[in-house]
């Protein structure tokens, strides 16, 4: 770290007095941070779970992207695999043991040392660096499921995330119903059922509905 020394010379008192300044330079990679938070970003996140019961059921993985409000990826954060013992793993419903069976969770779930508290500082940390506190909404897909752990389970980050969501899912069912061409014409999904994964997806699907349904400042002409 680079040090200045002013030296000031006090002749009242016959004595010199050195003041030294620290200075730590201000990094790249921090002033580009700096630049990219705003209240317009989107926070996409996507949970697996156990199940679909906020209380009984525990979250086993957790994932986060933060867009632009163009939906141009600014940064891809924290994929969290959590612990759970086998007896949380057991209780799980077929449906549940075999898609996580099939994608590798559960093994990935038995072999992590994350703690729940672990994996929700990870990502509270990895969003302030690109969002103002309760400015900016979660966005996904069915995101209100995912936000009810949250909110059980991962309060402090609750907290900082802005009220609202953006749920890609709304869109589709309003599309199937009032347009089935755009709705029949959306982009396939690979159905992975792993949170970066399934957030990857959500923001291809929304990019799609913004182009064909939304009169944007980038297309309006």
């Not at 508290?117 to 990502?123: P, R, S, T, W």
């Not at 792993?194 to 002409?221: C, G």
Request: glycine residues 2%; neutral net charge.
């Amino acid at each position: 770290m680079p040090v200045w020394c002013r030296i000031l010379s006090l002749n009242k008192q016959n004595f010199v007095k050195t003041l030294c300044f620290n200075f730590a330079p201000v990094s790249k990679v921090h002033r580009q941070r700096m630049s990219q938070l705003s209240s317009q970003n989107l926070v996409w996140m996507d949970l697996e779970m156990t199940g679909l019961d906020v209380d009984k059921d525990r979250i086993l993985e957790i994932a986060c992207i933060i867009t632009d409000s163009k939906l141009n990826i600014i940064a891809k954060g924290p994929n969290i695999i959590i612990h759970e013992p086998d007896a949380v793993l057991n209780t799980m419903n077929s449906w549940c043991k075999e898609h996580h069976a099939k994608s590798g969770l559960i093994e990935a779930v038995k072999k992590s040392t994350y703690t729940l508290g672990q994996a929700e500082q990870h990502v509270l940390d990895f969003v302030q660096q690109y969002c103002p506190e309760r400015s900016c909404p979660m966005a996904g897909n069915s995101i209100y499921m995912d936000r009810l752990f949250v909110i059980k389970y991962m309060p402090t980050l609750n907290e900082f995330l802005h009220y609202r969501v953006i749920d890609v899912s709304t869109v589709k069912e309003l599309s199937k119903r009032w347009n089935g061409y755009v709705y029949n014409s959306s982009p396939p999904k690979i159905l992975a059922h792993r949170a970066l994964d399934d957030i990857e997806e959500s923001i291809k699907e929304m990019k799609y509905y913004k182009d064909v349904f939304f009169k944007t400042d980038d297309n309006a002409n």
